[in-house]
């Protein structure tokens, strides 16, 4: 069966860096865009960022862009997200999620993990 676990996710101050991991097994992986999503309590999925089948093309959204890198080891079925210059609005839980298009709409995304609370005090 297809799985996606997230893992990384902890407590942080302002301004620090955190490195996200999606293991994932299951599924063809270099077949699957990837992306990464988060929900702040009492909100909406939120897009974070996403990475073509062969890691060429990357999208960030635009609160995160220039401080977040997605990449992808398709040889270990592995997608990261390294987080840096961190704020108390990152706070979440941070989901990894698969789709068969380069999509940033959380409903093109077929397979989801379970996600990583990412906390950051200021």
């Known amino acids: 069966q297809v799985q996606l676990v997230e893992s990384g996710g902890g407590l942080v101050q302002a301004g620090g860096s955190l490195r996200l991991s999606c293991a994932t097994s299951g599924l063809t992986f270099r077949s699957y865009n990837m992306g990464w999503f988060r929900q702040a309590p009492g909100k909406g999925r939120e897009f974070v960022a996403r990475i073509s089948l062969s890691g060429i093309a990357t999208t960030y959204a635009d609160s995160t862009k220039g401080r977040f890198t997605i990449s992808r080891d398709n040889a270990k079925n592995t997608v990261y997200l390294q987080m840096s210059s961190l704020k108390s609005e990152d706070t979440a839980v941070y989901y990894c999620?698969?789709?068969?298009?380069?999509?940033?709409?959380?409903?093109?995304?077929?397979?989801w993990g379970q996600g990583t609370q990412v906390t950051v005090s200021s």
């Open positions: 999620a698969a789709a068969a298009t380069m999509s940033r709409r959380d409903n093109d995304y077929g397979y």
